[in-house]
């Protein structure tokens, strides 16, 4: 299938939003207390571009991601569409990280022809690092309380991805770098 098939079957935002069932309250609460510097995507106005999104409503980087992405396609005017990644590993898997990993969620911008413009995700880079550096304290797999300290490190990610407003630049800043290499 082409990307503009996959636009064309994806959820809007509102649909993707009232489907959910985990994460709900606190994607929305970033939403509502992010403010984007509508100057910085000054680059992104007229060029018509829309974003397909590989995502699921558990994942914590989504919860995070997906609501900064939404700020920039509102000051920007670009229409993006919501792909749930394990009803639709036919596009995830073409989208692998680091050619294996089926991370979420990725931003795949497309022009008006359906061709892919610039592909984000599943995180910052300086996301990445925190996050790296937090698995790097959990125990080894097979030790008896890895999966409870593993949980615990998770939900303090989680908690500083809703609580921690620098994180939101970093993740809009890192978008339209992105973008911004792709299109200038």
């Not at 990307?3 to 309250?25: H, P, S």
């Not at 571009?49 to 920039?72: Q, S």
């Amino acid at each position: 299938m082409k990307l503009n098939d996959w636009f064309d079957r994806g959820l809007t935002y509102g649909q993707y939003v009232e489907g959910m069932t985990v994460n709900k309250e606190e994607m929305e609460s970033i939403f509502d207390k992010f403010t984007l510097d509508e100057e910085k995507v000054g680059f992104l106005k007229g060029r018509q571009l829309r974003v397909i999104v590989l995502t699921e409503d558990w994942c914590g980087d989504a919860l995070l991601n997906n609501p900064i992405l939404m700020k920039i396609a509102d000051a920007a005017d670009m229409d993006v569409r919501f792909i749930l990644r394990d009803q639709n590993l036919e596009l995830m898997d073409q989208y692998l990280t680091n050619g294996t990993a089926r991370s979420i969620p990725i931003f795949i911008f497309i022009d008006q022809k359906g061709e892919e413009v610039a592909v984000w995700g599943p995180r910052a880079a300086a996301l990445q690092e925190m996050v790296d550096r937090v698995k790097a304290t959990l125990p080894p797999a097979d030790a008896p309380d890895f999966k409870e300290k593993q949980a615990g490190a998770f939900k303090q990610l989680r908690e500083s991805y809703v609580k921690d407003s620098s994180l939101w630049d970093i993740v809009s800043e890192s978008i339209l770098e992105k973008v911004k290499q792709r299109v200038i």
